[in-house]
């Protein structure tokens, strides 16, 4: 078992900046791939960022959002720059279970999920 607490999270204006954190607790942090998700009102969760054998990131935040892991604070982070009103949402982070290493952008795939954060980003 793993859990997961995110934050981080609050309001911004667009332009903006924010960094969440991804706190893990319950296996060896550094084997299992993670990822961030985010869902906004009225719409089904989607993919933002993966790290695991290499790093991946949905189209709508390349060049804007970085992943990175610290594997001896077994802490995951996602830096938000130039962050636009589209980015609202809540932010989950995922975990693969122990062993899978390489990260997916399948929801599918991720067996442990936090309780979000909330990511608001004001025009």
């Known amino acids: 078992q793993v859990q997961l607490v995110e934050s981080g999270g609050g309001l911004v204006q667009a332009g903006g900046s924010l960094r969440l954190s991804c706190a893990a607790s319950g296996r060896t942090f550094a084997n299992y791939a993670m990822a961030w998700f985010r869902q906004a009102p009225g719409k089904e969760r989607e993919f933002v960022a993966a790290?695991?054998?290499?790093?991946y990131y949905a189209d709508s935040v390349k060049g804007r959002f970085t992943i990175s892991r610290d594997n001896a604070k077994n802490t995951m982070y996602l830096q938000m720059n130039s962050l636009k009103p589209a980015d609202t949402a809540v932010y989950y982070c995922?975990?693969?279970?122990?062993?899978?290493?390489?990260?997916?952008?399948?929801?599918?795939?991720?067996?442990?999920w936090g309780p979000g954060t909330q990511v608001t980003v004001s025009s």
């Open positions: 995922a975990a693969r279970p122990t062993g899978y290493v390489i990260a997916t952008a399948n929801a599918n795939q991720y067996d442990y």
């Open positions: 790290i695991g054998g290499a790093k």
